[in-house]
C-alpha cells in the first residue's frame, strides 16, 4: 500500500504540469492575435471620416452585390477542387467530402484564431472519407505553398495594368525567396523521393512511447499527400485550379468594388493579390482587420483616402464572411450528424489495418498499465 501511494504522485506529476503550461500558452496566442487585428484595424481606419464613410455605403449600387456572390460562389467550390487535385490521382477523396471540409475549414478560420480551420478540415476529411490525417496534411501544406505561389505569378503577370505600389520591392523578394524555396523542395523530392523526410524524423524515434515502424508509415503517408510537389500531371492540374480561383476572386473583388467606384478590372486583381498576401500573417478570426487593411492599401493605389477605400474593403469582408459562415455551418451539421456513424478504422485506407493495428494494440496497452 504504501509503495502504491508514493507512486501516484509520481504518475500524476508530468499530466498536471502540461495541464497548467497550455492555458498559458494558449492566452498568449489570443491575446497576440487581438493585438495584430487591433493594429492592423487602427491602420485601416485612422483618419477615416465615418460619416462619409456611411454616406458612401448608403448610395452604393448594391445591385452589383448579385454576381459578385456568383463569383464568391465559384471560386469557393474552385479552392475546394483544387485541393481535392492535390491528392494523389489514385486517392483521391470523393467531391462532396472534400467541399465539406474546406467549408467547416473556412467556418473556423472565421470564428477562431491562428488559422484553426485547417486543423478542422483535416479533421473533418478524415472523419468522413478513407484518407489518412497526415495525406491530407501534406496536401494542406502544399497548397499554401500553391497559394502563394499563383498570387504572386498573377501579381507579375497583371504589373503592366497595374499602378506603381509601394510594395512591390517585398512583393519581388517575397517572390524570389518563395520560387527558391519551391524550387530546392520539389528538387530534393524529385531526386530522393520520401528519404529526406525520413531523415528528419528519425529523431522521433528516440522518444519514449513511439514506434519507429508506425512513424516511418506516417512520414510515407505525409510523402503521399506532397504528390503536389513530386508529379508533374498533379502539380499542372493544381496549378491550373489555383490560377482560375485567384482570378475569379479578382473578379469578385471587381465587383463589389464597382458598387462604390468605376474602376477597372486591374483594381480588383490588385485587391485581391494584397489580400491573398496578407493572409500569410498568422491572423485573428476571419482576418478581422488584416483584411480591411490590405483592401485599403491597395485602393491607395488609385488614389483613395482611408475615406473613400474602407467602406468596399468592409464590404468585400463582410461579403467574404456571412457566406463562409452559413455554408460551414451547415456542412459542419452533416458532417457531425453522419460522421459520427464512421467507424475510426474507415478512415484508413484498406492497406493500412495491418500495419496499424500491432501499434495501436501496443498503445492501448500502454494506457491500461497507467
Known amino acids: 500500500m504504501s509503495t502504491r501511494a508514493q507512486e501516484e504522485p509520481l504518475l500524476a506529476a508530468p499530466s498536471s504540469r502540461p495541464g497548467r503550461r497550455r492555458p498559458n500558452l494558449r492566452l498568449v496566442a489570443t491575446l497576440a492575435t487581438f493585438a495584430l487585428a487591433a493594429g492592423f484595424t487602427y491602420l485601416a481606419v485612422r483618419g477615416v471620416n465615418w460619416h462619409k464613410a456611411w454616406v458612401a455605403v448608403e448610395h452604393c449600387h448594391i445591385w452589383w452585390l448579385v454576381p459578385a456572390m456568383g463569383a464568391f460562389a465559384a471560386q469557393t467550390l474552385m479552392r475546394a477542387m483544387r485541393w481535392r487535385s492535390l491528392f494523389a ?54 497548397e499554401r505553398a500553391y497559394d502563394v505561389f499563383a498570387v504572386l505569378l498573377i501579381f507579375f503577370c497583371a504589373l503592366p495594368w497595374l499602378p506603381h505600389v509601394s510594395w512591390f520591392g517585398a512583393a519581388a523578394v517575397l517572390a524570389a525567396v518563395a520560387a527558391a524555396g519551391l524550387a ?29 515502424e508506425r512513424i516511418n508509415e506516417q512520414i510515407r503517408l505525409l510523402a503521399a499527400g506532397l504528390s503536389g ?33 468605376d474602376l477597372p478590372f486591374s483594381a480588383g486583381v490588385l485587391v485581391t493579390v494584397a489580400v491573398g ?20 492599401l491597395a485602393l491607395k493605389a488609385y488614389g483613395f483616402s482611408e475615406t473613400g477605400a474602407l467602406p468596399s474593403a468592409i464590404v468585400l469582408h463582410i461579403s467574404n464572411f456571412i457566406p463562409l459562415v452559413v ?17 475510426l478504422r474507415a478512415t484508413y485506407t484498406s492497406s493500412d489495418p495491418p500495419a496499424r493495428e500491432p501499434a495501436r494494440a501496443r498503445d492501448g496497452h500502454l494506457r491500461r498499465q497507467l
Open 184 to 212: 530546392a523542395v520539389v528538387g530534393v523530392l524529385a531526386i530522393y523521393g520520401e528519404r529526406p523526410l525520413l531523415w528528419l524524423a528519425r529523431p522521433l524515434a528516440r522518444l519514449p512511447r513511439l514506434d519507429p
Open 229 to 261: 510537389l513530386r508529379e508533374l500531371r498533379v502539380a499542372l492540374e493544381a496549378l491550373v485550379w489555383s490560377l482560375a480561383a485567384w482570378m475569379t476572386a479578382a473578379l469578385w473583388s471587381w465587383f463589389v468594388l464597382r458598387a462604390f467606384h
Open 327 to 343: 455554408a460551414g455551418a451547415i456542412a459542419l451539421h452533416f458532417t457531425t450528424r453522419r460522421g459520427g456513424r464512421t467507424p
Open 89 to 142: 490521382r489514385d486517392r483521391r477523396p470523393p467531391r462532396l467530402r472534400v467541399i465539406e471540409a474546406m467549408l467547416v475549414g473556412y467556418l473556423f478560420n472565421n470564428v477562431m484564431p491562428a488559422r484553426a480551420g485547417e486543423v478542422a478540415r483535416v479533421a473533418s476529411l478524415t472523419r468522413r472519407s478513407n484518407t489518412p490525417p497526415a495525406e491530407i496534411v501534406g496536401t494542406v501544406v502544399v
Open 277 to 296: 498576401l496578407s493572409m500569410i500573417i498568422p491572423s485573428p478570426p476571419a482576418a478581422i482587420g488584416v483584411f480591411e487593411a490590405a483592401g485599403v
